[in-house]
């Protein structure tokens, strides 16, 4: 199926530091999810992007659905210690039996 | 507004049993998928269900199953249980039915293990 590379894997960072994670694909998709996972409880939706080029801001979050349609990035600015977690990209695709696919996550450690 | 919630949290089963998961929706929204999640494979879609009918399908065997009630309620039912179903089983909800890009929202999970 459908593969999202997300990046990086896991992020090493002291508090108040900005950080940045992507994803990119070979396949087009239609609709840019970010999500955060805390241990044994579901993602949380965080951003949803629609169109091509749109820019997205959640409070410190940013994040922006590329132009080509095959990436995303999220960025989080001034990181705080809740900001742990694992991130998850999902792109829905515009057609096919997944409808909608992960990337592998990006785990963030915060330095106090 | 309440959020998706799952039944049970934890659940613990051998090899060869069945178990049914139960996923309750946002309230107002139709359509419900679900997701298996383990450390190997990731996050991956097993059906979506709307309006009682199940709209698609990922990749899955025969063993894995659903259905949804008249009140989008649905639930998960895995039948002959293997080791490597041992995974945390997520459920999602939105309005409209995927295809139309509508965001889902997630469950806290059901986390099966099977001995």
């Known amino acids: 199926g459908q593969q999202l590379n997300q990046s990086p894997q896991s992020m090493f960072i002291q508090e108040g530091e900005d950080v940045s994670m992507n994803c990119t694909s070979s396949?087009?998709?239609?609709?840019w999810l970010w999500y955060k996972q805390d241990p044994g409880e579901g993602p949380v939706l965080l951003i949803a992007?629609?169109?091509?080029?749109e820019l997205t801001s959640n409070g410190r979050l940013t994040a922006q659905f590329g132009i080509t349609r095959k990436d995303s990035f999220l960025n989080i600015s001034a990181s705080i210690p809740s900001d742990v977690g694992i991130y998850f990209c999902?792109?829905?695709?515009?057609?096919?039996?997944?409808?909608?696919?992960f990337g592998q996550g990006t785990r963030l450690t915060i330095n106090p | 507004k309440a959020g998706v919630t799952q039944t049970p949290r934890y659940l613990i089963k051998t090899r060869g049993q069945q178990v049914t998961l139960s996923c309750s929706p946002i309230s107002g929204h139709r359509s419900v998928s679900w997701y298996q999640q383990t450390p190997g494979q990731g996050l991956q879609f097993l059906f979506e269900?709307?309006?009682?009918?199940?709209?698609n399908k990922g990749n899955f065997p025969g063993r894995f199953s659903g259905r949804q009630f008249s009140n989008s309620r649905s639930e998960m039912n895995v039948s002959t249980l293997e080791l490597g179903d041992s995974a945390l089983y997520l459920c999602?909800?939105?309005?409209?039915?995927?295809?139309?890009?509508?965001?889902?929202?997630f469950g806290p999970g059901t986390r099966l293990t099977v001995l």
């Open positions: 269900y709307f309006s009682e009918t199940q709209r």
């Open positions: 999602a909800s939105s309005y409209k039915i995927l295809r139309d890009s509508d965001t889902q929202y």
């Open positions: 999902a792109g829905q695709i515009i057609q096919g039996a997944q409808k909608l696919v």
């Open positions: 396949s087009i998709f239609n609709t």
């Open positions: 992007l629609y169109k091509a080029g």
